[in-house]
T-cell receptor
């Protein structure tokens, strides 16, 4: 299986602060994906970073990838209360194997 | 596109009853995944299909669980007989093979077995 492990398990910050979540993985990857899950909803894809990329931005999201350390980080800048959710990473490839998710990081942004 | 559609959204059933969960993947997606989510075990992959063919069902907890995908636009996950420990949120997701392999999730079915 291709399972990412997120760290920390839970994170609580004030609105306006930045939130950083980390992901470690074990195998060689084609890409690394981050997902978000609001309470009671399905996972929503946030951003995909390819193995030959080191950094990627999307709005207030910044993802980095270090293939030598088999790690990735997700930074949410200027957090908002609406960012409160669980965040998951998963290793992806171009084949047909499924994404396997870790326990995620529960982010709470306090207004 | 309407996204991945799951039904029902909520299901409450008595122990021993048969439960059928349904999923309609996004049109054009050729991979379909069933996941189960609980507080204790997180998000577990149960089974996945490629081009309607079951590829790996090693995550199916017991023989009480079965899944089918009779065509590219429909899949079912059946539990017979159901038990209280099957209570969880069940998600269906679909994706397309290729360079971008992100998965699209349905809203889930919250199953409660009493």
């Amino acid at each position: 299986s291709q399972q990412g492990e997120e760290d920390p398990q839970a994170l609580s910050i004030q609105e306006g602060e930045n939130a950083t979540m980390n992901c470690s993985y074990k195998t060689s990857i084609n890409n690394l994906q981050w997902y978000r899950q609001n309470s009671g909803r399905g996972l929503v894809h946030l951003i995909l970073i390819r193995s030959n990329e080191r950094e990627k931005h999307s709005g207030r999201l910044r993802v980095t990838l270090d293939t030598s350390k088999k790690s990735s980080s997700l930074l949410i800048t200027a957090s908002r209360a609406a960012d409160t959710a669980s965040y998951f990473c998963a290793e992806g490839n171009s084949g047909n194997t499924p994404l396997v998710f870790g326990k995620g990081t529960r982010l709470s942004v306090i207004a | 596109d309407a996204g991945v559609i799951q039904s029902p959204r909520h299901e409450v059933t008595e122990m021993g009853q048969e439960v059928t969960l349904r999923c309609k993947p996004i049109s054009g997606h050729n991979s379909l995944f069933w996941y189960r989510q609980t507080m204790m075990r997180g998000l577990e992959l149960l089974i996945y299909f490629n081009n309607n063919v079951p590829i790996d069902d090693s995550g199916m907890p017991e023989d009480r669980f079965s899944a089918k995908m009779p065509n590219a636009s429909f899949s079912t996950l059946k539990i017979q007989p159901s038990e209280p420990r099957d209570s969880a949120v069940y998600f269906c997701a679909s994706s397309r093979t290729g360079e971008r392999t992100e998965a699209f999730f349905g809203q889930g079915t919250r199953l409660t077995v009493v």
